[in-house]
Nanobody, 126 residues
Framework: QVHMVESGGGSVQAGGSLRLSCTVSGYTYRYRYMGWFRQAPGKEREAVATITTGGGATFYGDSVKGRFTISQDNAKNPVTVYLQMNSLKAEDTALYYC?????????????????WGQGTQVTVSS
């Protein structure tokens, strides 16, 4: 059974930075996608960034491209996935979820993710 725990959320002023971490433990060898999603109040959940566990390819949503960086540390056990968030904006305020899965669909498609964390809140004040 896969267990995912996010940390690193908090409150920051616009222009600031935060780094989210997600520890992924369990039987994950079949998982190709490790990613981050977010959901703001009253909005649908959206894909933020994903990294592939094989080649380390990265994908970003248009709204975060150039500001956020996803990375992973496979040398650690459990595996840890990071999301470095710079130049934060008020519109980045959301509950951020870590997710993992076998992929097989476009990276934004939630069908490619079968394990989810509980979420960590990020609040950016302007």
């Amino acid at each position: 059974q896969v267990h995912m725990v996010e940390s690193g959320g908090g409150s920051v002023q616009a222009g600031g930075s935060l780094r989210l971490s997600c520890t992924v433990s369990g039987y994950t060898y079949r998982y190709r996608y490790m990613g981050w999603f977010r959901q703001a109040p009253g909005k649908e959940r959206e894909a933020v960034a994903t990294i592939t566990t094989g080649g380390g390819a990265t994908f970003y949503g248009d709204s975060v491209k150039g500001r956020f960086t996803i990375s992973q540390d496979n040398a650690k056990n459990p595996v840890t996935v990071y999301l470095q968030m710079n130049s934060l904006k008020a519109e980045d305020t959301a509950l951020y979820y870590c997710a993992a899965g076998p992929g097989g669909v476009p990276w934004r498609d939630e069908a490619g993710y079968v394990s989810w964390g509980q979420g960590t809140q990020v609040t950016v004040s302007s």
